[in-house]
């Protein structure tokens, strides 16, 4: 149980291009979703949190005009990248959980890698 | 702050026992978590602990935790070249945020 599916794995595109990555809850549904960005051989940066139906929360740096999230749904929130550059390319990981209190773990997605050329 | 801190890498033989330590900064999380990754991959939850127990063990892997000294480690019994991946500890802080440590590289050689 408890499976994220993330869309697509991988994606390569040119600088200027808008990107959207999805995440679904495939057996639950995901109260919370959250979006972490990784640098290679780092550890998982917190994005955003999202809650269905409201505005996500974006964490101290990260422009939220840039990364539009919106999470419409019991199961399925989408990351857009807009109008992509290269100091974009990243692997970006999204989790899910149940609910709200601390002991329903954050289930992850396979992280999708983005590379602007 | 919300440092927490693991040793970058650590090497063993296949069959040998592993432990993966962690150092977190803050006193107020409720749950520890261990989680894996693969190269390319997402991240595994292997397990976690509430803040008021010592020790939990699931299978291979048992989880100590020392809150007075803040401290975290994972052991995993056995160790199989399939455990090679990156091993991260997180820990709860404010709302349902996981804050990651910086990871530990495991590599098993047969």
């Known amino acids: 149980g408890a499976v994220v599916s993330q869309h697509p794995s991988w994606v390569i595109c040119k600088s200027g291009t808008s990107v959207k990555i999805e995440c679904r809850s495939l057996d639950f549904q995901a109260t919370t979703m959250f979006w972490y960005r990784q640098f290679p051989k780092q550890s998982l940066m917190l994005m955003a949190t999202s809650n269905e139906g409201s505005k996500a929360t974006y964490e101290q740096g990260v422009e939220k005009d840039k990364f539009l999230i919106n999470h419409a749904s019991l199961t399925l929130s989408t990351l857009t990248v807009t109008s992509a550059h290269p100091e974009d390319s990243s692997f970006y990981i999204c989790?899910?959980?149940?609910?709200?209190?601390?002991?329903?773990?954050?289930?992850f997605g396979d992280g999708t890698r983005l590379s602007i050329l | 702050g919300e440092d927490v801190e693991q040793s970058l890498f650590l090497s063993v033989r296949e069959g040998d026992s592993s432990v993966i330590n962690c150092t977190y900064t803050d006193s107020s999380s409720t749950y520890l978590y261990w989680y894996k990754q693969e190269p390319g991959a997402g991240l595994q939850l292997l397990t976690y602990?509430?803040?008021?127990?010592d020790m939990k063990q699931d299978q291979r892997l048992t989880v100590l935790l020392n809150k007075k000294d803040k401290h975290l480690s994972l052991r995993i019994a056995d160790t199989q070249t399939g455990d090679s991946a990156i091993y991260f500890c997180?820990?709860?802080?404010?709302?349902?945020?996981?804050?990651f440590g910086t990871g530990t590289r495991l590599l098993v050689s047969p």
């Open positions: 997180a820990e709860i802080t404010g709302f349902q945020k996981l804050v």
């Open positions: 989790s899910a959980s149940s609910g709200t209190a601390s002991n329903q773990p954050q289930h």
């Open positions: 602990i509430f803040s008021n127990m």
